[in-house]
């Protein structure tokens, strides 16, 4: 029964792989041609979503349906995606949250003091 689970997973995970490969594929104009903001492939398994003026890192791993912030960079708010989200999801949330920050000073300087920043 384990093995099947495990297969099932391993079945989904891969899918989830090939959707975010072709997304990618799809929107890579959009993704890298963005000015402020850009999603990038760090790997078959791994995108980052870069905003350079707010100093966001936002790395996301389809398989797992995982995003992890970098710590080291500028706290990024909370990301509104469905679930299961695809990488277009993310991009959107993320282009939204950043229209927000960059309008509003005190939550741009915010982020930069929780990363320790000044």
Do not use: C
Not at 18 to 35: H, I, K, V, Y
Not at 95 to 100: A, D, P, R, S, Y
Request: no cysteine; net charge neutral; glycine share 2%.
């Amino acid at each position: 029964m384990e093995d099947w689970a495990d297969e099932l997973t391993s079945d989904v995970k891969q899918s989830r792989l090939r959707q975010a490969s072709a997304d990618f594929e799809t929107n890579m104009p959009l993704f890298l041609g963005t000015p402020d903001i850009r999603l990038e492939m760090k790997a078959d398994t791994h995108y980052q979503i870069r905003v350079q003026k707010l100093d966001w890192i936002i790395n996301l791993y389809p398989s797992t349906q995982r995003i992890w912030v970098d710590r080291k960079h500028a706290k990024v708010p909370f990301l509104e995606a469905p679930r299961p989200w695809a990488l277009m999801d993310v991009w959107v949330a993320a282009v939204e949250q950043m229209q927000v920050t960059m309008k509003d000073p005190m939550l741009w300087d915010k982020g930069k003091q929780k990363a320790g920043k000044k």
